[in-house]
């Protein structure tokens, strides 16, 4: 992993780099400026020293091009800073649509994680190296917040919403990852290892999982589909046959924009899901009644994570219905 | 007890003996737990710091003990939990805010402008009553099993999760925080209607501008605290869902209130120190400011200025982009008027008559750490980079320099500099040139290598650590050792000092000021007569100066 010492960490991710150097840019700036002033200071307090103790210089006011010099070059500098920043920033929380989805979920004191295959780990991540990873994630607890530092990734894990960060790993190896939110008691043991794979080696830990069967389970969007039957989900928002429709269809919802009672609209993205399954009433759609009830407390974060893949599944379109068909 | 003080002026300039001033002027317990006079709340207040001071100084070292090996080898992970907690909020809420205003603000404030005492005396009393209460309230809930929250209170585990005694200790930074509005309040009125007669605001020393502008900042940011506590009270005890999601609250609600408060008040610690370094490099380098008006207005802006960058706490909370857009550049303007203040101070310097007396130590060691820890937090506000470095050592380093290596340093200068003033006595100047150096090095020693730490990915709050970051630490541990030992020589000369130093003039440092223009200690009164403003702040020039 890491050597015994160094004074900057491994670089892991595309983003590494690009943060890097604005890191390198801030040094050097910084680096300048407290040279200046040390210098200029211990230059002033030598070359000025009190020669006697009744010695007393002539007064000076004060200099306005000074001034505005070393006001304006500061918040040009900073400016420049400021967009640099901003430009990661924006990279980072945007992710590319090709990207590979995995839902995490953490709790005090681990962090779990599945993949869209179904493999399940916990307080370990396996990654394809150069395929862009995108997570979801959500805490059932308290706040965390999931850190790569040779990713230079950062995201906090909130519960009761879902935030999304995303990277593509470069090289392979092994990566700390921490928790680095205060979360309590065992904080500092919430943390685990990423694994940067070759692709083909990937695959293969995908579907044999170097001995560690149980943590091989059904697909997300699988599990998503059960929880869709279990919970009477589809009594109301199956497919129609014929009879009055109770709820929206959900096929093809996911990244639609819907039509809200109250007039305004949102796109259907994983908060969207979650809250209407949580607290129905809050985002009513056009044209339905208040009827759905709550499902606080009947479906936990990782269901609700299967039933959101189970919705925004490719195969969505088809199945439910005849399932509907089946069970009617 | 304050009218017999008049009669002290007749033995100036040359104090005789049995002089009155406000230190001998009543004996007793009663004469100091009843005071109003603004001096001697000033030492109440030097004391409560200092204990508290010591009693934050102790966790820390228990903190450095245990992260001197990756494992969690000294004490149980909630122990080390509550000792940072508790280390925090001691620090922040009974030394550092207090710590300026409270003691050198309250002895000089009223001096500085030529008044008898603040506007409200006796609610001046009760500000350190109330300080002391909610510092008890504080220490029950140490004794009685400590919290573990971190000083910042995060939501839910505050208010659902955490096992400790978060009610005791709410309630105890709840009722502080009224002791600074109190102060707040007494600054403001005290500047705005008992100048004397021709001190204009621009004739007004930096000291009170950057007073000033903290007042302004404690009367307005901390009922924003108070209400926070309220409200993690209501949720903890009554289950009323406020942060918490599973009760139906928003745990990003408070971190935006938190910091509402808590990020002005890192400008509460920081902006009277800047203007206590004006005062040092002035006085030592026997020159006026150099550039006055700018650092007077820079106090204002960052006070006004700083309540609008709280966000930048909150970059990877899943706060908006465009809201981080906003909160960061916000955060990089906050940061120009810092930089006018140490360009003007280094101007200052510049054809100035320079010595090296400890206050000038001190202000030379809080332009360089104050200007470390300064452009440290360019890194914080750019965004993306924030995102690597947020919530690692590289935070703890940055406010450390800013609040140790700024505020701390400021304030010892400070004390070194008005001990004469305060006590009548002279501190031994060997020992304290010697006591700034010893603390110089431990500071930088301590936390420079938590920079390193912090970008190599070390997560702040940790009890145990992977071993590739035990170097640093141990490092760090080390400067500790030495920052405690340079912590402990003040301590002991100053109270030497009370009894053996060498006795002081009225102006042992030929300062100018009306603070120094009565004799040491001050008179109660402060002054025989009103003194009339007649010219500007540090109008040190080569004519005899004449004396107000």
């Known amino acids: 992993m890491q050597p015994e010492f160094a004074l900057f960490p491994e670089k892991a991710s595309t983003l590494a780099a690009r943060v890097d150097a604005l890191y390198y840019f801030l040094i050097a700036v910084s680096g300048f400026f407290a040279t200046l002033i040390f210098l200029l200071v211990i230059y002033f307090a030598v070359k000025y020293r009190r020669r006697s103790a009744t010695e007393q210089p002539q007064p000076i006011e004060g200099d306005l091009r000074l001034e505005l010099l070393w006001t304006i070059l500061p918040f040009g500098l900073a400016m420049i800073m400021f967009g640099w920043g901003a430009n990661l920033y924006f990279s980072a929380s945007r992710a590319p649509s090709d990207a590979l989805n995995l839902y995490v979920v953490g709790k005090q004191w681990m962090w779990k994680i599945q993949h869209p295959e179904g493999r399940r780990e916990i307080n370990e991540l396996h990654v394809p190296v150069g395929q862009p990873v995108k997570l979801t994630m959500t805490s059932e607890d308290v706040i965390h917040s999931f850190f790569i530092p040779a990713f230079r990734m950062k995201m906090d894990v909130v519960p009761g919403r879902y935030t999304t960060t995303w990277f593509e790993a470069t090289k392979a190896g092994e990566y700390h990852l921490f928790c680095a939110e205060y979360c309590g008691t065992k904080h500092s043991q919430m943390i685990g290892r990423i694994v940067v794979m070759e692709p083909v080696q990937y695959e293969q830990w995908l579907k044999n999982g170097n001995g560690t069967a149980s943590m091989l389970g059904e697909a997300p969007e699988v599990a998503g589909a059960r929880l869709f039957q279990e919970q009477r989900c589809v009594t109301c928002h199956g497919a129609d046959v014929g009879g009055v429709k109770l709820g929206p269809s959900l096929i093809g919802l996911f990244g639609k924009t819907v039509q809200l009672q109250s007039g305004e609209s949102v796109t259907a993205d994983e908060g969207y899901i979650r809250e209407s399954i949580l607290n129905p009433m809050a985002k009513l759609v056009a044209g339905y009644q208040p009827i759905m009830p709550t499902y606080q407390g009947q479906i936990d974060e990782e269901g609700l994570l299967q039933l959101i893949a189970y919705i925004r599944s490719p195969g969505k379109t088809a199945e439910p219905a005849g399932e509907t068909r089946a069970e009617q | ?548």
């Open chain 2, 1 to 548: 007890m304050s009218t017999a003080a008049i009669e002290a002026h007749d033995d100036f300039p040359t104090p005789t003996a049995p002089r009155e001033h406000y230190l001998n002027v009543n004996y007793g317990v009663k004469s100091w737990l009843l005071t109003t006079d603004h001096k001697r709340i000033a030492l109440l207040y030097l004391t409560s710091i200092t204990l508290f001071f010591f009693l934050g100084g102790f966790f820390a070292v228990l903190i450095r003990l245990e992260l001197m090996t990756p494992a969690g080898d000294l004490v149980q992970s909630e122990t080390y939990n509550k000792l940072f907690t508790m280390h925090g909020l001691i620090m922040i809420f009974f030394f550092l805010i207090p710590s300026i205003p409270a003691v050198l603000g309250n002895f000089l404030v009223p001096m500085m402008i030529g008044a008898r005492d603040l506007a409200f005396p006796r609610l001046n009393l009760l500000s350190w009553y109330i300080y002391v209460l909610g510092g008890l309230f504080t220490l029950c809930a140490a004794v009685f099993g400590g919290v573990d929250t971190g000083w910042t209170f995060y939501t839910p585990y505050s208010t659902t999760y955490a096992n400790s005694n978060v009610m005791l200790t709410a309630v105890g930074v709840f009722i502080t925080g009224f002791s600074s509005i109190l102060t707040g309040l007494n600054f403001i009125v005290t500047i705005h209607t008992m100048r004397a007669p021709g001190l204009t605001w621009f004739r007004l020393p930096l000291f009170i501008w950057a007073h000033y502008a903290t007042s302004l900042i404690m009367i307005l940011g901390t009922p924003v605290l108070a209400i926070t506590l309220v409200l993690v009270a209501l949720e903890r005890g009554l289950h009323i869902g406020i942060f918490d999601p599973a009760l139906g609250g928003d745990p990003v609600l408070f971190q935006h209130l938190f910091w509402f408060y808590s990020h002005p008040a890192v400008y509460i610690m920081i902006l009277p120190a800047m203007d206590v370094i004006s005062e040092l490099i002035t006085c030592f380098s026997r020159k006026r400011v150099f550039g006055y008006s700018f650092i007077a207005f820079s106090s204002v802006a960052i006070a006004v200025l700083g309540f609008f960058v709280w966000g930048h706490h909150m970059f990877v909370s899943s706060q908006s982009v465009y809201a981080g857009l906003v909160f960061s550049i916000l955060s990089f303007l906050v940061a120009i008027p810092s930089a006018i203040k140490v360009f003007n101070w280094t101007a200052t310097l510049y054809k100035g008559s320079v010595s090296y007396e400890t206050p000038m130590l001190y202000a030379f060691g809080f332009i360089g750490l104050f200007t470390i820890g300064g452009l440290t937090g360019l890194f914080l506000a750019s965004l993306g980079l924030d995102v690597h470095v947020h919530g690692t050592y590289f935070v703890v380093a940055h406010f450390h320099y800013i609040m140790v290596g700024g505020a701390i340093m400021a304030y010892l200068g400070g004390v070194h500099f008005w001990w004469p003033k305060m006590t009548g006595r002279m501190y031994p100047e060997g020992w304290a040139r010697l006591g700034a150096l010893i603390i110089f090095i431990g500071f930088n020693l301590t936390f420079f290598p938590q920079f390193i730490l912090g970008y190599l990915g070390m997560p702040r709050r940790y009890h145990m650590y992977p071993p590739e970051f035990q170097i640093l630490n141990v490092l760090s541990s080390a400067g500790a050792s030495i920052l405690g030992l340079g912590y402990l020589i003040p301590m002991v000369y100053f109270l030497w000092s009370l009894r053996y130093g060498a006795v002081a003039s009225a102006n042992p440092w030929q300062a100018k000021g009306l603070e120094w223009q009565t004799p040491s200690p001050r008179p109660t009164g402060n002054f025989p007569e009103t003194p009339i403003g007649t010219e500007e702040a540090y109008n040190y020039a080569p004519q005899e100066a004449e004396v107000v």
